[in-house]
């Protein structure tokens, strides 16, 4: 499968954004998908996940009452809905396919990952 993310920008803090994951290939509705990010000079990290069907995510506590994913599967596709951004938002958010028919946190569970879509949130 191939994942391709989109929707990254430039805003100010308290703006919002719309990332889309495309899904291409060897598609399947039966995996969890998840979203991640990259600070400069950090670590990867977890951000949200939904399960295969949709009805079950989660998101990082730094994000919550803020961020929410959902999946449309007809269309192969993920979004994640972010508002209230913040500076500390800033990174490139990845969207990655679990393993799993969950969403995970752990990167660990994951086996495709898109490109990344650059995010900057100006304070």
């Known amino acids: 499968v191939q994942l391709q993310a989109s929707g990254g920008g430039s805003v100010q803090a308290g703006g919002s954004l719309r990332l889309s994951c495309a899904a291409s290939g060897r598609t399947s509705s039966n995996n969890g998908m998840g979203w991640f990010r990259q600070a400069p000079g950090k670590e990867r990290e977890f951000v949200a996940a939904v399960s295969w069907r949709g009805d079950s995510t989660h998101v990082r506590d730094s994000v919550k009452g803020r961020f929410t994913i959902s999946r449309d599967n007809a269309k192969n596709m993920i979004y994640l809905q972010m508002n209230s951004l913040k500076p500390e938002d800033t990174g490139i958010y990845y969207c990655?396919?679990?393993?799993?028919?969950?969403?995970?946190?752990?990167?660990?569970?994951?086996?495709?990952w898109g490109q990344g879509t650059l995010v900057t949130v100006s304070s």
């Open positions: 990655a396919r679990s393993r799993l028919s969950y969403g995970s946190n752990r990167q660990a569970d994951y086996d495709s």
